[in-house]
């Protein structure tokens, strides 16, 4: 992942992030399979998805199979550039932690 | 005069709030996520011995000598085979593209490996007259099928792993 580091509140929340590291390897996974990774409920799962679906991270899609609705989530390329970036800055985070501490080491 | 802050400048102030150990549980959460996904993409133990019983019996029939029979296999393998993957696809839930460069050459030496084992079982069987010779093939295709298809599997996992 070589995106620019820049932190995204709405990709940092625990749920969201892992919603975005899954989605991230993959073209789209089902709804169910998201809420299994996650362990949580439908409804917060959802709530979840709603926000990073208005924020244009994630396309919701709905495809009827054998009279049963079935939602797959994919990321978009803004979701992908948000999330990049964000990992990116996390990454940051930890490594100039890493530079500041090492002078206090070696006083 | 006071303006509210743009987005970049509350998301720079946000990361400026978090702390080192924060990102690093974040980074390490990212990681566990990855590794689930990797281990539901890893196909169970039935895929590929199905896979594997497939190509065998499809070979393995060619030692009837007929046409009639060697069509209906040719069919039954590539139903099967369809059949098999859909209940793989539903029980994964995701959708993703398989192939790369290391899967596409892996999945290219399953196909040349079995061209080879059929072509030496029709020089033995049509030209040699060696009886069982198909299902020699046969037999052999189904370990090999199984082979190729856990090797593609680990290539995926690291690959999912590596966030790539």
Redesign the interface.
């Known amino acids: 992942?070589s995106s620019a580091p820049?932190?995204?509140?709405i990709v940092?929340a625990?749920n969201r992030?892992?919603i975005c590291?899954?989605l991230?390897?993959?073209?789209?996974?089902?709804f169910?399979?998201v809420r299994e990774?996650l362990g949580v409920a439908d409804s917060v799962l959802s709530k979840h998805v709603r926000v990073l679906h208005e924020a244009g991270y994630v396309e919701v899609r709905k495809a009827t199979c054998a009279s049963r609705v079935r939602t797959?989530l994919s990321l978009t390329e803004a979701g992908r550039a948000a999330y990049g970036g964000h990992?990116a800055?996390?990454?940051s985070?930890?490594g100039?932690?890493?530079l500041r501490d090492r002078p206090a080491r070696l006083r | 005069m006071a303006t509210s802050p743009a987005p970049?400048d509350?998301?720079?102030a946000?990361?400026a709030e978090?702390a080192?150990d924060e990102?690093?549980s974040?980074?390490s959460?990212?990681g566990?996520?990855?590794s689930?996904?990797a281990d539901?993409i890893i196909a169970p133990g039935w895929y590929h011995l199905s896979l594997g019983l497939l190509a065998g019996g499809a070979i393995a029939e060619a030692e009837m000598h007929s046409w009639v029979l060697f069509a209906w296999s040719v069919a039954g393998y590539t139903v099967g085979c369809g059949a098999v993957m859909w209940v793989n696809q539903r029980r994964?839930?995701?959708?993703?593209?398989y192939f790369d460069a290391r899967t596409r050459a892996v999945f290219a030496g399953h196909v040349l490996t079995l061209s080879a084992l059929i072509a030496i079982a029709c020089w033995l069987d049509l030209d040699r007259g060696t009886r069982g010779a198909f299902l020699a093939a046969g037999a052999l295709a189904v370990p090999l099928t199984v082979a190729f298809g856990r090797w593609t599997d680990q290539l995926l996992r690291a690959r999912?792993q590596a966030?790539r």
Not at chain 1, 6 to 9: A, I, S
Not at chain 2, 92 to 97: F, L, S
Request: proline residues 3%.
């Open positions: 992942m820049r932190f995204d509140e940092h625990p992030l892992q590291a899954m991230s390897a993959v073209d789209s996974a089902d169910a399979t990774g797959s990992v800055a996390l990454r985070i930890v100039s932690e890493g | 970049l509350r998301d720079s946000a990361a978090i080192p990102a690093a974040a980074i959460a990212i566990v996520s990855r689930w996904l539901r994964v839930g995701v959708a993703m593209n999912l966030g």
